[in-house]
């Protein structure tokens, strides 16, 4: 990979103990090729835990409700249906794109009243009708082409509407201490990493022009705890670390360090969330 999908800038290898990802020397986005940087550990794209889930829908909901409530929502990688089905429960018509990757059961109510396309949101059919909230949660990592789902985002989206996408922070801080412990490299579909200029550069590209991008203190509070199992005790683990009750334990005693030390350094929260918004 000898030049960045983002900027076209030249990439040099950033070695991680034994795996080595593709840096862009300009706006710092990774990429990753599994034959050099392997999962090892884990053979499914899903590893969560169904408690953490839970929690974690809850927070999310409220981030993408912090600017006020959408009447229309549009989700790229649905999975369960978990968010739609909350903004459904207060009032919001839902949609969403999904090409099943996860195999998981989608909510019946969702099912019932939602706009839903077991498909890439490249392969969404003309004709949608515009709405005031796309979002993806860790979908940017995954997909083909990211600046084309943002341009694709964009078409989606009323005059007024904004878009939200958590992804992985590839500019988190502990990076090089975590090193091929990394928990974002446990999952083998995780095939990029954004920095927050690599993904305020693709939002930019993708034909949006008013772009922010926040650190969440409280998304994927496991991360900490979870790549530092793997890094001081890397083994084969089929269903993830998340699987071990030693990781879900480690998690909780440390997570009030983990949170204060989030709050003092805004570099150590591992996910960027990209607000980005198309003009009236």
């Known amino acids: 990979m000898s030049a960045c999908e983002v900027c076209g800038g030249p990439c040099t290898d950033l070695p991680l103990g034994g795996s080595v990802l593709d840096a862009c020397t300009r706006c710092g986005h990774l990429r990753r090729d599994l034959d050099r940087a392997p999962a ?3 053979d499914h794209a899903y590893g969560g835990d169904p408690t953490l889930d839970a929690a974690r829908l809850h927070l999310t909901h409220r981030a993408l409700v912090a600017d006020g409530a959408p009447a229309s929502v549009f989700e790229i990688g649905y999975g369960a249906g978990g968010l739609l089905r909350a903004f459904h429960d207060a009032g919001a018509r839902v949609a969403g794109a999904d090409p099943d990757q996860l195999d998981r059961d989608v909510d019946p109510v969702v099912v019932a009243h939602g706009r839903l396309h077991a498909c890439g949101i490249e392969e969404v059919p003309a004709g949608e009708p ?6 993806g949660i860790h979908v ?12 694709r985002t964009h078409t989606l989206l009323r005059p007024g509407g904004s878009a939200h996408f958590f992804t992985p922070a590839g500019d988190w801080a502990g990076l090089r201490l975590a090193s091929d412990g990394w928990w ?9 990493f954004f920095t927050a200029d690599s993904l305020i550069r693709a939002a930019c590209e993708a034909g949006f022009d008013d772009v922010e991008i926040r650190r969440p203190p409280l998304d994927s509070l496991v991360h900490d ?10 083994a084969p683990r089929p269903q993830g670390v998340l699987a071990q009750r030693s990781t879900l334990a480690l998690t909780a005693a440390t997570l009030p360090l983990t949170l204060a030390a989030r709050a003092l350094v805004p570099r150590l929260r591992p996910t960027l969330h990209l607000v980005a918004r198309r003009p009236e």
């Open 40 to 42: 090892r550990h884990r």
């Open 130 to 135: 515009p709405v005031d909230l796309v979002y």
């Open 140 to 151: 940017l990592e995954h997909v083909v082409d990211p600046i084309e789902t943002l341009r």
């Open 184 to 192: 974002m490299l446990e999952d083998p579909t995780h095939v990029r």
């Open 225 to 234: 705890a979870a790549s530092a199992v793997r890094r001081v005790r890397p």
